[in-house]
């Protein structure tokens, strides 16, 4: 039984709609090769709030930084490249940096950010765009790649990384294969080295997965060059390490192997016999994707000892590559709405198999949520229908495998609090753009305390007639020339040594740096 592409097809549906708004089980025993790979080494963790230093590479079924520290993929997908809409979906209604921002504090590190070779074409532009209010400003004008560069950048400025997935051969729909009468493999691979090229020397990529969800007919290790996804992963992943050989590789699974069928993607059975060989070393981390009934059914769902038997089934697809440290193994989509118990049950069994970082730290398997977007028909997102508001009992089922130096989500517990201590923040405020008429400005606010932030607000006395015409990541109040800015809902939590930041427009300009004081609880 495979997937249906509901969930693809309602995302698009509800963009439509929008835009003209906008103009249980924990997991089997470990095997022995876990204590040889080092289980338990909950210390073997990040030594910041960002996600690892430079590029990443691999060692067993382990990935390492650049300074070679265990490092471990905690995210979140944010779609939209792949859609009509050619951006990021939610800038109709929001900044893109303050996504990105929110993201960040609730602990995601890395995006997985879904695209379509419609984006590579010359001139495609975003369509959704809102840019009212000082919103998404930097963005005007610009292409999806340009977009895409302004997003990555950002990302990589706040301590995120970035894996680029190529979800589809245009914004059409999902296909089997990795090449239509469309969109050829030599487009494919052109396009993916194209991508490569763009980011070579900026290591907030890190890599790319290179089809989403091949599925029947696709097949791995028959031999047949139309349809052997394993010879066609291995031809783009050489490709593209052509152009930039530091990139990681991300390959996925297909749907069915030797008679056994798996969500799209999911099937990972086939790497057993027949592993996929790049010309670079530890550059490969095999995905997999796992759903929930929201999402279709499956027979393991009604099984007598659900949920039990999970972690069976998982070992069984993918799980085994993980486990006999043959190479990582990043679990890309997973999600559901979680109305139902069975999926309820079925996330919290997951969960307990990917590993808790507080038992495992680093030596664990990697995961990017489905999704960040609320607009995804069979699953829902993390944030809610207004593009604002946490679902908390979502992200809270996260929680214990976010990645060291990196908070919890809203309403759960870190273990490595050390708690006591006075709250406090220091601010730094920089003019990003002035020109005389008005300008555009940003204060930082970071947690110099050893207790994690609620709440912070800072202030500021301009020296001349300067007003707020605009700000967003905060509300705010004027009197004279004094500001007080107070945190927005969600950025209002900020952990020992993170940051949270505001932005906003002004007139006139010349005024200078003023100094800021910040207040914390």
């Excluded at 469309?182 to 890599?207: D, F, H, M």
């Excluded at 999402?295 to 769902?301: E, I, L, R």
């Excluded at 946490?390 to 309403?411: H, M, N, Q, R, W």
């Amino acid at each position: 039984m495979f997937r249906t592409s509901l969930r693809r097809t309602l995302c698009a549906v509800v963009a439509a709609l929008v835009l003209p708004l906008a103009a249980g089980a924990r997991a089997t025993a470990d095997t022995a090769a876990d204590v040889g790979a080092g289980a338990g080494t909950a210390a073997g963790g990040l030594r910041s709030a960002d996600a690892g230093a430079g590029y990443w590479h691999t060692s067993g079924r382990r990935l390492l930084d650049s300074a070679g520290q265990p490092v471990r993929v905690a995210g979140i997908n944010w779609f939209g490249f792949e859609t009509d809409n050619r951006v990021v979906h939610g800038l109709w209604t929001r900044d893109y940096k303050s996504m990105v921002d929110q993201i960040r504090t609730l602990g995601y590190n890395t995006l997985r950010v879904p695209y379509s070779d419609d984006i590579l074409k010359p001139g495609a532009t975003p369509v959704g765009v809102d840019f009212s209010g000082g919103k998404n400003a930097d963005l005007q004008g610009l292409t999806s790649l340009q977009v895409l560069d302004k997003i990555v950048g950002y990302a990589g400025q706040s301590g995120l990384k970035v894996i680029l997935d190529r979800h589809r051969p245009d914004s059409a729909g999902q296909s089997a294969l990795w090449y239509t009468q469309a969109v050829p493999e030599s487009t494919w691979i052109a396009n993916l080295k194209a991508l490569a090229g763009r980011y070579a020397g900026n290591s907030t990529v890190v890599g790319i997965d290179l089809h989403n969800e091949p599925h029947d007919p696709a097949c791995w290790g028959c031999g047949d060059t139309t349809r052997d996804w394993r010879l066609a992963a291995e031809r783009a992943g050489n490709a593209v390490l052509s152009v930039n050989p530091q990139l990681l590789i991300f390959v996925e699974g297909v749907q069915s192997f030797n008679g056994a069928s798996n969500w799209w993607g999911g099937n990972l059975m086939g790497v057993a016999q027949y592993p996929v060989r790049l010309n670079v070393a530890d550059r490969l981390v095999y995905s997999a994707h796992d759903y929930a009934t929201s999402v279709a059914q499956q027979p393991w769902f009604s099984d007598p000892s659900f949920p039990a038997n999970m972690p069976g089934i998982w070992d069984r697809y993918w799980g085994y590559i993980f486990k006999q440290n043959i190479a990582p193994v990043w679990l890309g989509e997973f999600g559901t709405t979680l109305q139902s118990t069975v999926d309820q049950r079925w996330l919290s069994a997951l969960v307990s198999y990917l590993r808790s970082t507080s038992a495992y730290g680093n030596d664990s398997f990697h995961w990017t949520f489905w999704s960040w977007n609320p607009n995804s028909g069979d699953t829902g997102g993390i944030l809610k229908d207004d593009w604002t508001t946490v679902d908390t009992v979502k992200d809270g089922y996260l929680t214990s495998i976010k990645a060291p130096g990196f908070p919890p989500g809203p309403g759960g517990g870190d273990p490595g609090d050390p708690g006591g201590g006075t709250p406090a923040c220091t601010a730094v405020y920089s003019v990003s753009s002035d020109w005389g008429g008005g300008f555009n400005a940003e204060v930082k606010v970071t947690n110099s305390g050893a207790k994690p932030l609620s709440s912070w607000k800072v202030t500021w006395t301009w020296p001349g007639a300067q007003k707020v015409t605009n700000m967003w990541n905060a509300t705010y109040t004027q009197t004279g020339a004094t500001v007080t800015a107070a945190n927005a809902a969600h950025n209002g939590s900020v952990p020992a040594g993170g940051s949270a930041s505001l932005g906003f427009g002004g007139a006139p300009g010349g005024g200078g740096v003023p100094s800021v004081s910040c207040t914390a609880t």
